[in-house]
């Protein structure tokens, strides 16, 4: 077993977050993932299903990057490390934010096997605080706005849930100018 196995199956067993459902961390890495996207936290659907981006933002998610299930599914290409590897339930208005102690415990941890990622796509506000930090705009729509800025190794990303459609209606500019790119980057990538 490798060290990256070993370090996989640790998370698979974590037990930090244990609070109304059984933990089920799920999370995609390979030494020789090329993009690594960091979203927020399994939705219940991947919860049950184990498998990540297994519902319909995920399917919204590959048509934005412009990929098939296959091509998004192959370990070697895509990495996938939420800040949260667990569903953490039901919120008052959807679900809840992911919990910090995962990613503090982990992701360090992780992200030193990944010395061949090429773009990091940071999906949803608490991944892009992760992510950039200082560097973050005030709003989540300012700092996807100015995704150009962040040069070519990231790309901050709204969450694909249904709730992106409406945003994306008030923001036009998302698939005239960022999804181009973006699908662009991804294949160039790819």
């Not at 412009?66 to 569903?87: E, S």
């Not at 030193?112 to 605080?129: K, P």
């Not at 700092?143 to 694909?160: C, F, K």
Request: some cysteine.
């Amino acid at each position: 077993m490798s060290t990256l196995d070993a370090l996989v199956a640790e998370v698979r067993g974590c037990r930090l977050c244990h609070d109304e459902l059984e933990p089920r961390p799920v999370l995609r890495v390979h030494e020789d993932a090329r993009i690594l996207i960091v979203g927020q936290a399994p939705g219940s659907k991947v919860h049950q299903s184990g498998r990540p981006w297994d519902d319909a933002s995920g399917d919204h998610l590959r048509a934005w990057l412009g990929v098939d299930r296959p091509t998004f599914d192959d370990p070697g290409r895509f990495g996938i490390v939420p800040m949260a590897f667990c569903y953490p339930g039901k919120g008052p208005s959807g679900d809840r934010p992911p919990p910090p102690r995962c990613a503090q415990t982990w992701h360090a941890r992780l992200l030193e096997h990944l010395g061949d990622v090429e773009l990091t796509l940071l999906v949803g506000q608490y991944a892009q605080a992760w992510g950039l930090g200082d560097r973050r705009r005030r709003t989540l729509t300012e700092t996807v706005r100015a995704w150009a800025s962040y040069g070519p190794g990231i790309v901050p990303l709204p969450h694909p849930s249904w709730r992106s459609r409406i945003w994306m209606k008030r923001n036009p500019w998302f698939e005239a100018e960022v999804l181009p790119a973006l699908r662009e980057r991804v294949a160039a990538v790819l």
